[in-house]
T-cell receptor
Framework: NAGVTQTPKFQVLKTGQSMTLQCAQDMNHNSMYWYRQDPGMGLRLIYY???????DKGEVPNGYNVSRLNKREFSLRLESAAPSQTSVYFC????????????FGPGTRLTVT | RKEVEQDPGPFNVPEGATVAFNCTYSNSASQSFFWYRQDCRKEPKLLMS???SGNEDGRFTAQLNRASQYISLLIRDSKLSDSATYLCVVKDNTNAGKSTFGDGTTLTVKP
């Protein structure tokens, strides 16, 4: 099992460009999440999907959109990138319910110039 | 006030030392609690879940005090390989199980 995979690993964008970050999990998890992590800080939730067909905003959703394509895949789109979106983006998944831990992908390091 | 607060450290300790990290949370309805470990430029990985009765895994002991809304992690006999950032994570009781992360406590174990 690959667990949670993310593509790309690194990306440099110019201000105003758009891109989609891809995430897939092979653990048959219902819930999936997108976080960003800025230097010296914890993870902040951007969007999450409790189950296939549902998505909800997290703590910092502005400037992002998501698509839960199927049970395995959850993508994050930046429509018009801004320097403030320079960050490391982590995708995670878990079984549905409060008691289950999350499993993380390796992250995408995004720089917006 | 942040929902989950941790002492950022850094903690610099010699090998073999015992070190304790604390974490407080503000949402009394929080359901589940975890400690994650994050190595530099890597993804967080689960270190241990935290149960009401307290739990131990080798050199690591986690405690939960629901009345004080407080979680702790104790590391005994520190190893060089324990150097990392430790993240306190609180999960709510919704079906989605949204997690709130502390900013992390950085530990450096020195020879």
């Amino acid at each position: 099992n690959a667990g949670v995979t993310q593509t790309p690993k690194f990306q440099v964008l110019k201000t105003g460009q758009s891109m989609t970050l891809q995430c897939a999990q092979d653990m048959n998890h219902n819930s999936m999440y997108w976080y960003r992590q800025d230097p010296g800080m914890g993870l902040r939730l951007i969007y999450y999907s409790a189950s296939e067909g549902t998505t909800d905003k997290g703590e910092v959703p502005n400037g992002y959109n998501v698509s839960r394509l199927n049970k395995r895949e959850f993508s994050l789109r930046l429509e018009s990138a801004a320097p403030s979106q320079t960050s490391v983006y982590f995708c995670a998944s878990s079984l549905q319910g409060a008691v289950y831990e999350q499993y993380f992908g390796p992250g995408t390091r995004l720089t917006v110039t | 006030r942040k929902e989950v607060e941790q002492d950022p450290g850094p903690f610099n300790v010699p090998e073999g030392a015992t070190v304790a990290f604390n974490c407080t949370y503000s949402n009394s309805a929080s359901q589940s609690f975890f400690w994650y470990r994050q190595d530099c430029r890597k993804e967080p990985k689960l270190l241990m879940s935290v149960y009401s009765s307290g739990n131990e895994d080798g050199r690591f002991t986690a405690q939960l005090n629901r009345a004080s809304q407080y979680i702790s992690l104790l590391i005994r006999d520190s190893k060089l390989s324990d150097s990392a950032t430790y993240l306190c994570v609180v999960k709510d009781n919704t079906n989605a199980g949204k997690s709130t992360f502390g900013d992390g406590t950085t530990l450096t174990v020195k020879p």
